[in-house]
């Protein structure tokens, strides 16, 4: 029904910048919501950002808040998250996902999501 297919990760050096994407196909609604998580070795699937699809509203877990930067566009179906001032502790891999008619409570658990993009690495070096 859905399906992500994500880019733009890769290796970059402490404080350097990177600019993953999130192409979406299939049938997509307004109401749907685009997460972004992220896994590192050995740690749980962990939620770092998401934006509402129709609305561009967007949530961020405090440790990327004035860093990283979820954005979309409605004509290319792509969803993309800008990661400024990189530091070692965000090398995981990064997995969009999508779905909808999500509460509120349920947002920022990776649980939720039925739809998931296939991972990009981000690796930042110290």
Do not use: H
């Amino acid at each position: 029904q859905v399906q992500l297919v994500e880019s733009g990760g890769g290796l970059v050096q402490a404080g350097g910048s990177l600019r993953l994407s999130c192409a979406a196909s299939g049938r997509t609604s307004g109401s749907y919501v685009m997460g972004w998580f992220r896994q590192a070795p050995g740690k749980e699937r962990e939620f770092v950002a998401l934006i509402g699809w129709s609305t561009g509203r967007t949530w961020y877990t405090d440790s990327v808040k004035g860093r990283f930067t979820a954005s979309r566009d409605n004509a290319e179906n792509t969803v993309y998250l800008q990661m400024n001032s990189l530091t070692p502790d965000d090398t995981a891999v990064y997995y969009c996902a999508a779905g909808s008619q999500i509460p509120i409570s349920r947002l920022f658990s990776p649980r939720t999501y039925p739809y998931w993009g296939q991972g990009t690495q981000v690796t930042v070096s110290s």
